[in-house]
């Protein structure tokens, strides 16, 4: 189930709360109000808040959809008219579970175990305890075969999805691909959608602008990175969480960092540090993690995957450049935590405007900005030693760029042999043409002698 964006507002007798839903099944959308506990469905949405104050449902209570934006709009009758909610602005506090309710969690593979004196002190009162679960609809359980998202740990969260988020994610049916055929099925797309034409165009007639992007420094070369106000409040409203990953689920989490910011610096590396409406649309297309939901098991596979979809899809594609750009990964995770998020929410910032892609932020972003938070900083250098360490070559990535190139090559040259004859045989023409010219004065002065 998906957290929808949502809002809240209030008047004196109102509180207004307004959910923005895509792809709601709006006729089985149902909304239950309880106290000071919202909860808010319509497949693949869930929601539940609570609240700092009462409310209840009345005759005088409603509710809408709105087609155009997607949003539905609840106005609910407050228990105490004239009480005002305090903080409605911070959102993100009115989805944690009250500390009065005991909690019932799938156990995870592996357990966090604390030492606790007050082992007597348990709830008794079947009465006082609410369960909070994972909510995975009867439907989907049997038909969970893959998992996707930041670590690994989502699955079955498209099933009920046909196209919907194909602008965004290139395969359908991504809970029916396990992993070996979405590396498959990504390998062939990309040899299809490799374009030579654009590779040898790029490379026998480099555009103008291509020096300019390569002699640019972004902001992690320049400044030492700092949170401003806004991406501290944003972080704040992330909360806090312990994420219990298997060795590979970290290792991967990991290597999938490498791959979205890599399309981060080429996107901030090709706008000379500026974004703009396509900015989104490139970071989400060049990740093989955010756009195939790819788990990489080497580092050699990941930097590979970086360089082919660098070579695929965007404007620029260029040999150069793409190397280029994992200096610029390789100068992120060196200068630390604080710069890695700079990043990330930078990206967090461009998905939430680029309807659906804010899927993106609840499927990875947001868990990496609270997770390498909590990382080691010798994590960070072992990227730096990989990235430094690391040598790629043509052959490697596949396109067999190598003979392309020296097709082209010798094409040119051959075109520039053909030119140089041409040249030739125009010289020679003209030669010919004055030669004749002045055999034809000759003529003329013999014929002219004769009449005389």
Known sequence: MLTPNFELDQTDDYLILKIKARFANVKNTEIDVDGNQITFCSYPYYLRLHLPGELKETSASSGFYD?????????????????????????????????????????????????????????????????????????????????????????????????????????????????????????????????????????????????????????????????????????????????????????????????????????????????????????????????????????????????????????YRHWKLSILVLSDVRKVFGNGCVCLLTCLLDIHELFNKSDPRYVLNQLYIKDYCIWIQQLKSTQFDTIVKLLFNHLIVKKQVGFNLEALEVAAKTVGEDLAILERAQNSNNIVSKLQNLQISDNSLDSDDDEEESAE
Request: charged share 25%; proline share 3%; net charge negative.
């Open 67 to 315: 087609w155009d934006l997607s949003i539905f709009t609840f106005n609910i009758n407050k228990v105490n008219p004239g009480e005002k909610f305090a903080d409605l602005n911070l959102i993100n506090k009115f989805l944690e579970q009250p500390k009065t309710y005991q909690s019932f969690k799938p156990k995870p593979s592996i357990e966090v175990l604390k030492k606790n004196d007050d082992d007597n002190n348990d709830v008794d009162d079947e009465d006082n305890i609410n369960c909070y679960f994972l909510q995975v609809p009867l439907s989907d359980q049997n038909n969970v075969r893959v998992k996707y998202g930041f670590g690994n740990q989502t699955q079955g969260a498209f099933n009920h999805f046909k196209g919907e988020f194909f602008g965004i994610i290139e395969i359908s049916g991504i809970d029916d691909m396990d992993f070996n055929q979405r590396k498959t099925t990504q390998y062939a797309t990309e040899y299809l959608e490799f374009s030579d034409d654009h590779y040898l165009a790029d490379l026998m007639t480099e555009p103008e602008e291509l020096q300019n992007i390569l002699d640019f420094k972004p902001f992690w070369y320049n400044t030492t990175c700092t949170l401003n106000d806004s991406q501290k409040d944003i972080l704040k409203s992330f909360g806090n969480k312990e994420y219990l990953l298997s060795k590979d689920d970290k290792k991967s989490a990991l290597l999938s960092l490498v791959d979205i910011i890599y399309a981060y610096c080429y996107c901030i590396r090709t706008n000379l540090g500026e974004e703009n409406c396509e900015s989104a649309w490139v970071i989400n297309k060049l990740s093989s993690t955010l756009s195939w939901f790819r788990i990489f098991e080497t580092f050699d596979e990941t930097i590979k995957a970086c360089i082919r979809r660098s070579l695929c899809y965007p404007l």
